[in-house]
Structures are given as structure tokens and as C-alpha cells.
């Protein structure tokens, strides 16, 4: 386990930036857990770990973050290597950061980065674009082969 | 791109009987093999990891088994809140959502026969679990547990599908 998450960056970019989507988990009304695959966005500011998810507005998991902001996501493909993010979400209203994370979505290469204004017609500020901002509490990068040969997880807690 | 993102959402088609996707689903199931299982934690954050069950169709409704530790952190999680969330996913985008309760099976006949589903399933989905070292004990063995996995939602989405116009099929038992 460490707290320095620079010794997980390299790894974790490289398995999200091939990955791409990953599973995210939310807990409903009832205080169940619902899953749904996403496509989130990452940043390390100051040597810490923050997470995008560009979304629509009004959707079932808003009302669940509204209630409870905790989320779990998990990366995964074929390959067998995982990544677990456990993070806590809130949105990110104002303009000039719905405006600066379209753009970081636009400016990434694919298939990490797309343009948003595909789905988004209406722009970055627009009423139905929202940006759910992750702040990581554990990162975890695992694999498959570490299991078999019994090697703990690379972890990251804040 | 989700159909939560879609810009116009579209409905979900609920289906009667479980046999109106068992094709699909067993066809996914079998091609993607592993998929995320969140559960709920003890300070009530939801947490996922990895997991490879084993599902069959019992008096027409899917049944799913995960062979795991008994002793782990999730055993904590399920103790206090049993319902968990599926995710199967793979880079052609055909999901299976899974919601569902789980519990222990604890007949040692049953742990057996599960043991002998993974092991007579054609791989990838299925294998001899004794591979692994933790369970060279066989399936009587005190690091072997068996986690039935029994749906209350299973929603069969495809991206493909949504562009030809056919929305998510969703199953809920009756």
C-alpha cells in the first residue's frame, strides 16, 4: 500500500487509456447497488488522482449520488488486467469546468478522448451536459496473474 | 455513450419469461466470462472487484453460482445487505446487467455439485477450480464457498441494437 499515487500512475493511465469503459456502481434509493458501463476521464493535480464522468442530467444514478455520492468503478477487458477506483462524486456546475472537461474529453486522443458535441449537441453548457467529478479515497491495479502467482494488489489510499 | 446518456432515453422492453433472452444471455455469459459484482459495504459505499459465476435456468429463472472465499470482505458486506449488481462488458459492447440477492450454499452436496458444473462447462466459462492453490482442497475444503446468485432485474443491452432501433430487453421473475 502506498499514499504517493505517483507510483500507480504509470500503470493505471496506461490500463484506463486502452481500457476505456468501466463498470460503475451506485447505490439506488433502497441503499442497493446497481451497476452501469461509463466512460470517465482522469487528471492528476498535484500529484492526486481526479476523475471526470461527462453525463446527462436527470438520470437514475443522480438521484442515487444525490442520496449518496459514494461510487465504485472497476476497469476491465480481456486481457485480464484490472483497475478498481472507489471514489467519492459530487457535480461539477460551474460553467468554466463543464467548459474545461468537454475540452480535456476533445483533446485526449481516442479512444480515451471523443467529442462530446456527438452526443451533446447543445454544447458544454447546456441544461441536460453534466460533469460528475470522482475523488478517489482507494486505487487499486490488479491483475490476473498477480492472482495465480498470489501478489497483493498495487493500492493507493488518500 | 450509455443508454442513460442517450439524448432521447429510450424505454426498456420488459420481457414475460426469462426464455425470451436465455439465448442471448447464455451466448454473452459464455463469451465474456467474467464480470464486475458490486456489493454494499459495511459503512454503505457500494465496492466492486472482479468474479466468474457460473449461472444455470431453474424452473425457468436464471441461477447463478460464484465460487469464492468464505471468509473474505465481501462475505461482511453480503452478511449485512445481500443484494448485489452485475455488470458483464467487453469491447464489443454487448452488456448483461444483473441485480440480485445472494446467499451461501452450505450443503456440502451442493458445493460439490457446483464444483463439478465449473469443472464439466466448456471453457473459457468453465475450468477445474482446483488450478488455484487456495483451493486444492476440493470442494469441501474451508477456503471453498459457493455464493448462489438469484436475479431480481437482468437487462440484456447492446449498442448495436439500440442503433437498429430495438431497446434494452429487461426480465424481472414474476
Redesign the interface.
Known amino acids: 500500500m502506498t499514499k504517493d499515487f505517483a507510483e500507480l500512475e504509470p500503470e493505471f493511465t496506461r490500463r484506463v487509456a486502452r481500457i476505456v ?1 468501466c ?1 460503475v ?3 439506488d434509493r433502497k ?9 470517465p476521464i482522469w487528471e492528476v493535480v498535484d500529484g492526486a488522482l481526479v476523475g471526470y464522468i461527462a ?2 442530467r436527470h ?3 443522480e438521484k442515487h449520488i444525490a442520496r ?1 455520492p ?5 476497469y ?3 486481457a ?1 488486467e ?1 483497475v ?1 477506483v ?1 471514489a467519492k462524486a459530487e457535480w461539477a456546475d460551474a460553467p468554466e469546468e463543464r467548459q474545461r472537461v468537454w475540452d480535456l474529453y476533445k483533446n485526449t486522443p481516442p479512444p480515451l478522448g471523443y467529442d462530446p458535441g456527438m ?3 447543445s454544447g458544454p453548457l447546456a441544461e ?1 451536459f453534466g460533469v460528475l467529478r470522482l475523488e478517489p479515497w482507494r486505487v487499486a491495479v490488479w491483475s490476473l496473474d498477480a492472482l ?1 502467482n ?1 501478489q497483493p494488489p498495487q493500492v493507493w489510499r488518500s | 455513450m450509455t443508454q442513460e446518456d442517450a439524448p432521447t432515453r429510450l424505454p426498456t422492453q420488459e420481457t414475460k419469461t426469462f426464455a425470451d433472452l436465455e439465448r442471448e444471455f447464455v451466448k454473452r455469459v459464455a463469451r465474456i466470462v467474467w464480470c464486475s459484482l458490486a456489493t454494499v459495504d459495511r459503512q454503505d459505499r457500494p465496492r466492486i472487484r472482479i468474479a466468474h459465476p457460473i449461472w444455470e435456468v431453474v424452473d425457468g429463472k436464471p441461477v447463478g453460482y460464484w465460487s469464492t472465499f468464505p471468509r473474505s470482505l465481501k462475505a461482511k458486506h453480503i452478511a449485512r445487505n445481500p443484494n448485489v449488481s452485475l455488470t458483464y462488458w467487453d469491447p464489443v459492447h454487448e452488456q448483461i446487467y444483473v441485480d440480485a440477492k445472494a446467499d451461501w450454499l452450505e450443503a456440502p452436496e451442493d458445493k460439490q455439485r457446483i464444483w463439478d458444473l465449473y469443472k464439466n462447462t466448456p471453457e473459457p466459462l468453465g475450468y477445474d477450480l482446483a488450478v488455484w492453490g487456495f483451493w486444492k482442497d476440493g470442494p469441501q475444503g474451508k477456503n471453498f464457498g459457493v455464493l448462489r446468485l438469484q436475479p431480481t432485474r437482468v437487462e440484456l443491452f447492446s449498442i448495436g441494437a439500440l442503433m437498429s432501433g430495438q431497446p434494452p430487453l429487461v426480465w424481472k421473475p414474476q
Open positions: 469503459w463498470t456502481a451506485t447505490i441503499g442497493n447497488p446497481r451497476t452501469r458501463i461509463l466512460h453525463t446527462g438520470s437514475l444514478k449518496n459514494y461510487v465504485s468503478l472497476s476491465w477487458d480481456p485480464q484490472q478498481y472507489d452526443i451533446w449537441q441536460d495465480a498470489r
